[in-house]
């Protein structure tokens, strides 16, 4: 089924929106809703197959990044579809001190959505790495 601007809109919101969600239920909620139950990401050599995964991945980097307070899930504008490909760039912005907005990760992202619209690839390639502590 043909994804309209409004379904990509929604699908980049709540998967930008998964990212910052401190509750764990809502969390494993959202994962079953945004991926396919085979769905898998692909990052910086490492990869998370299933809900199971997934909701296991999405927890670590909420506790990592965001449920620290150090950093913010941002994007860029610019979200390019092509088929069943949605492309987009997301960043971890500082959250607070006296670099609070400035964009400290970011990677394209490209998710292959399926019929239903919902993710079956996630890749994330970074262009831009967190800087060295």
């Known amino acids: ?7 990509i ?4 919101e709540r998967y930008l929106a998964v990212w910052s969600e401190p509750d764990a239920a809502a969390r494993r909620g959202a994962v079953a809703r945004l991926w ?13 197959r299933g809900h199971q995964g997934l909701v296991e991945r999405v927890a670590q980097a909420y506790e ?13 504008e610019h979200v390019t579809v092509h088929g069943d490909i949605v492309r987009l ?14 964009v400290a990760w970011a990677a394209r992202v490209f998710l292959v959505l399926d019929e239903d619209g919902r993710i ?6 970074t262009v831009r790495p967190l800087p060295a502590a």
């Open 120 to 125: 079956r690839q996630d890749y994330h390639l």
């Open 1 to 7: 089924m043909p994804q309209t601007t409004t379904d």
């Open 64 to 76: 990592l990044f965001v449920g620290s307070g150090e950093y913010r899930i941002a994007r860029e």
């Open 36 to 48: 396919a139950p085979d769905g898998v990401e692909f990052v910086e050599g490492a990869q998370f």
């Open 89 to 102: 760039t997301i960043q971890l912005a500082y959250a607070r001190g006296p670099r609070a907005g400035e």
């Open 9 to 12: 809109d929604r699908t980049v």
